[in-house]
């Protein structure tokens, strides 16, 4: 209850704020369209001015309206409470509850299409980017699977991550990553120069040495 009088307390601070902003403004247009006493005066009061002092007082004129909404919703925030402060008989007053309500406040539960479509179409494009992630990491990672390795897993792995490297932007936009992955893997497997560009020396020595021992598992 304490939280819900401090809200209702700022909103109607943000409100006495508003008033005042909407009434200087309302008095600067007035004062605009007295009429002129000096040439000065005329000199200052071209059209550009009315009509900024004039959209101004508009502008805090509905800035006023919509939080003296804010504040009526909030002055009944506290009221589905009511029925828990009247358990406590003396202890709470339920007159901070007033007036007493069994629904949250509107401005809490309805939703703003506007808001909604943005917050879905930026969930969707988060999660796309994730995915999109997690399939570039997959297949810049070597396999460990002995067939996949039989079947150029491994230098497909490293024609992934040579293609996704960030200097390659030229390489991205002739092919895909699939079809380059595939053209190394089919055309490229036996070419040493092409090995020791997608794969370091240490890579090379594992992928020899696992290539050594399935040679040996597969004569037994």
Known sequence: ????????????????????????????????????????????????????????????????????VRVNYMRGLAGPLYDEARRFNEIVDTKRCL??????????????????????????AIRSLRLAAEDIIRKCTPPTDKYEVNNGGVIKAQAYRHYYHTGNDLLRSIISADDYAKYIAEFGW???????????????????KMNKENENVNHQ
């Open 1 to 68: 209850m304490d939280r819900c009088s401090a809200i209702y307390n700022r909103e109607t601070e943000e409100y006495d704020r508003c008033e005042r902003e909407s009434s200087r403004a309302e008095h600067a247009l007035m004062a605009l369209k007295q009429p002129v006493q000096s040439v000065a005066d005329s000199r200052s009061r071209n059209k550009s001015t009315v009509h900024d002092a004039q959209s101004d007082s508009e502008r805090t004129a509905v800035n006023l309206m919509n939080q003296g």
């Open 99 to 124: 007036p007493r309500a069994h629904r949250i406040p509107e401005i809490f539960t309805r939703r703003n299409e506007f808001l909604f479509i943005a917050a879905a179409d930026t969930c969707y």
């Open 190 to 208: 036996f070419m040493k120069e092409s090995r020791e560009a997608l794969m370091s020396e240490e890579q090379l020595n594992e992928w020899k």
